[in-house]
């Protein structure tokens, strides 16, 4: 069984979990700059570097994805959603991007198989692809609307060299999240493509968006159908959002979503939004008790947590979820559906 029928069939059976975040974790390790920095000799300071953990503190992301497993994540995703060339280029360590990939993939293989040989149940992982902080769709520039830094086919390259290396490592998925440029998705998108092509393997896409603002959009402008219109071809496993909101400020857009893709939905909130101080605040039981409306409504495959969720956030949604029937995939009508903005479908 390949691996988009093997998830595929653990999803007709319950919600699954996927995890949740990697950044708050790491920052309660503490850790100074010689953590980060190891014995690498680079000219930048590392602290704040967390992707770089997986080759010079590799306990960090290995015991943040352990106690993930162990709250019931179905699916982990790898510690490198800024382990990308230009990314990386703050820190002057482009050049161990590929290194940096296959060390954080293959931890969370070996912590996934060890898991699914303890009980059968399988694990999966998804490699986590960031945004960056370049956009294509829109200019840095306020004086030069046409201007871009980067172009289509340097971001593409960008996040080719990343994939291949997380494939090398084990991902099962190429997961493309936090996308606030539908056009920057676009490019990854293509890319995994690419390196599923010269592989010779189905490397199935997941996408997740994540909204810029309450009325549903993110920052290059497109509602969430307009987004699934855009990035429908790509056949991705999943379609979803994260990050951006806490919970109760998605219930809407979670709906829109369910109701229009007929694929997997995944969603993985926030824990809340952060209060002065940046820290996040919303209680396990809270969050789940938010998400599992979505699952009561049958509105969702999969669920975990974003920026401030733990593994007591986890733990919650899982026992929330425990027995409620998964999201049936919708089958809408056959039309023509364009993506401007906003969504356009063509009448009968």
Known sequence: MGIRAKLLT???KRILLTDGAFGTEIQNWRLDEAAYAGDLGLSHDQKGNNDILAITKPEVPEAITRAYLEAGSDIVSTNTFSANRISQADYAAEHLVREINVASARIARELADEFEAKDGRPRFVAGAIGPTNKTLSLSPDVNDPGYREIDFDYLKGVYREQIDALVEGGADF???ETVFDTLNAKAGIMAALEAGWAAHRDLPIMLSMTLTDLSGRNLSGHT???????????RPITIGLNCS????????????????????IMVYPNAGLPNELGAYDEAPATTAGLVGEWAVAGQVNVL?????STPAHIKAIADKVAGLEPRRVCRPEVRTRLAGLEPFTMAA
């Open 224 to 234: 969430v159908e307009a987004f699934w219109h855009a990035v429908r071809h790509a």
């Open 174 to 176: 190429v997961l493309i």
């Open 10 to 12: 653990e999803a007709e």
């Open 245 to 264: 909101f806490g919970a109760e400020q998605l219930r809407p857009h979670v709906r829109t979503l369910s109701q229009v893709a007929d694929t997997l």
């Open 304 to 308: 975990g947590g974003c920026c401030g």
